[in-house]
């Protein structure tokens, strides 16, 4: 498949490929892609960044179509699941990251709004068996809802121009809301900014079904009006999980507690994160841990490992090499 024929169909949803990196680069551990209805074969394994257009958005009230009041009592999986062979994706609710592996690689990587604390987004195993394009909002059975009424497709829907709808009534889609995008602001689902949305759509696609024509996205932007829906030739699973700790170029992040999941935890979180990443256990100083373990942040936040240990793991670490810089977040 042609990629500037790729790159010229998502062009009509308003979305720029970058364009130092089309054709520049094969997705790695290293260098994940970050992204700014109705039934894939292969597309160019060529990775394309997407970069968001910064203009204002104009907010309307946020609606999902999820009521996630009961809580997921499955445990999140075990790191390795990143190292599972095929396409996956993997939602980490308290950093409200989404990425896409192929073969345990990290090839596209986008920001999502999560579930507020009173309408959680459950910590489980789901999948994606088809993407609608430009979908109806049908307001569900929940109290929150109660007032809303079906809005048909187009600028004032929700759900954005594309929704990836899985169990449990539980969403992917894009929104009318961005300022909530990288927040836990839904009730229940996962909002992406549209461009994201789209891109992610299109990726399930044009791999997982025989609508792989890019002029097909033309066709969805130009009938804005009308509902498409593809079946994908096999589900795509998705696992969500709460990790609020990870160590990543050199650093530790912490992430917001959003759920309270990690009370009376949190030392442990840490400590499991770097022992994990290859510190050994002697070498963490307990009290640099603990106070920042105590102190837990609203808002990410990230500090250089030899803040909690000078050991040689910590500059092995810190020496791996960093996320190529022209491949990043547009938000």
């Excluded at 969805?220 to 829906?229: D, E, G, L, P, V």
């Excluded at 609203?298 to 092995?316: G, K, M, N, Q």
């Amino acid at each position: 498949m042609n990629m500037r024929n790729i790159t010229a169909a998502l062009g009509a949803f308003g979305i720029l490929a970058t364009a130092s990196l089309v054709g520049a680069q094969e997705p790695s551990a290293d260098r994940p892609i970050y992204l700014s209805d109705p039934p894939a074969t292969e597309v160019d394994n060529t990775t394309l960044a997407y970069r968001r257009e910064r203009r204002p958005a104009r907010e309307a009230p946020a609606q999902d179509t999820a009521d996630s009041r009961t809580k997921a009592p499955e445990a999140a999986p075990p790191p390795e699941a990143s190292a599972q062979k095929g396409v996956h994706i993997v939602i980490n609710i308290p950093s409200t990251t989404l990425t896409v592996y192929e073969d345990g690689i990290p090839v596209i990587r986008s920001k999502v709004a999560v579930g507020q604390g009173i309408y959680p987004t459950p910590q489980t195993k789901m999948s994606i068996g088809h993407v609608e394009w430009n979908p109806w909002w049908i307001p569900p059975p929940s109290d929150w809802a109660k007032d809303d009424v079906k809005t048909p497709p187009g600028p004032g829907n929700p759900l954005g121009p594309v929704k990836m709808p899985m169990q449990r009534a539980v969403l992917l889609h894009g929104t009318n809301a961005r300022s909530s995008v990288g927040r836990a602001a839904s009730h229940g689902c996962m909002r992406m900014y549209n461009e994201d949305a789209i891109a992610l759509a299109w990726y399930l696609q044009s791999h997982f079904s025989d609508k792989n024509d890019p002029s097909l996205l033309e066709k969805y932007q130009k009938s804005r009006r009308t509902t498409f829906y593809v079946k994908l030739n096999q589900s795509i699973p998705v696992d969500i999980i709460y990790d609020p700790v990870d160590v990543v170029n050199g650093e530790i992040l912490l992430f917001p507690d959003y759920y309270g999941k990690a009370r009376g935890r949190r030392y442990d979180l840490i400590i499991d994160a770097l022992v994990g990443h290859g510190i050994k256990r002697e070498n963490i100083h307990d009290d640099h841990v603990r106070l920042h373990a105590t102190h837990w942040p609203s808002i990410e936040e990230r500090f250089p490992l030899h803040r909690v240990t000078r050991s040689p793991e910590a500059d092995r670490i810190l020496a791996l090499p960093a996320v190529d810089k022209r491949v990043r977040f547009y938000h």
